[in-house]
């Protein structure tokens, strides 16, 4: 007599409701950048970015991570981050263009960097000589800011910048976006960020201002946003060997 196998709690696939709502999200900008709404292509792809922060949020306040959800939102890390950005950056500047070959060719390397270090991070979870995620930064660009950073050449023709055209340029700054994803340079970790207690009102002050300027100017906003996460690298690196070289200071003190 075969037992029963037993029965699944709703909490325990609310996470995963949510990663496939991000998926139809990628799924639905690709349908946007086929028919010439870049708008609202970048609208869906901003709702991915969202959906992909809460249900790992979700999983871990309902108590319901399972190795099966964890494979599914890796699956769609790469596909709304690696596939789908590649695609609108494709469509929007370069398909039916002389240069269509050399932005296929960096979309093609953007979505590579884009898979190899999700399957980096996967490893990371099994593995403890690979990490990806430290205590107070990430290692590497994450699939989200990838996708953000990639997606700048297009905020910038939203914008009205399109009298200039820099083919060349804007592949080399794709292909460096990607691989900013597989390097091992210290990124900031806005969920380890700490503020004093007497500057929490300044802070969601900036924080009411942030959104403001997404819903009025939303380009300008993520263009500035971008290049602000750009001048952030050096420093991060520059705190991770400082941070490095007092701990080795203080594990061999000098006599």
């Known amino acids: 007599m075969t037992e029963t196998p037993p029965r699944l709690k709703l909490r325990h696939i609310v996470p995963s409701m949510v990663t496939v709502f991000a998926i139809c999200a990628g799924m639905t900008s690709i349908r946007m950048s086929l028919d010439g709404r870049i708008e609202m292509a970048l609208y869906f792809i901003l709702i991915a970015v969202f959906l992909d922060a809460a249900d790992g949020k979700l999983a871990r306040f309902l108590d319901s991570a399972s190795p099966f959800g964890a494979e599914l939102d890796t699956l769609a890390d790469f596909f709304n981050f690696g596939i789908v950005p590649g695609i609108l950056l494709y469509n929007t500047l370069y398909i039916g263009t002389a240069d269509s070959n050399l932005g296929f060719l960096a979309c093609l390397v953007l979505a590579v960097c884009c898979a190899l270090r999700l399957a980096r991070f996967n490893l990371s979870a099994k593995a403890t000589d690979v990490t990806l995620k430290k205590d107070d930064h990430f290692v590497g660009v ?114």
Not at 155 to 184: K, M, Q
Not at 212 to 222: F, I, K, Q
Not at 229 to 237: D, I, M, R, T
Request: include cysteine; proline fraction near 8%.
């Open 142 to 255: 994450p699939a989200p800011a990838l996708a953000c950073l990639a997606l700048m050449p297009v905020f910038f023709y939203l914008h009205g910048w399109t009298e200039t055209n820099f083919p060349l340029l804007r592949a080399a700054y794709i292909i460096g976006v990607g691989f900013l994803a597989i390097s091992t340079i210290p990124t900031i970790s806005i969920k380890h960020a700490s503020i004093k207690r007497s500057h929490l009102s300044f802070a969601l002050v900036g924080v009411v201002a942030l959104v403001v300027c997404l819903m009025v100017y939303p380009w300008p906003t993520l263009i500035v946003a971008n290049c602000l996460y750009l001048a952030s690298l050096p420093y991060s690196y520059l705190a991770q060997e400082k941070r490095k070289k007092r701990q080795e200071e203080n594990a061999h003190p000098s006599d």
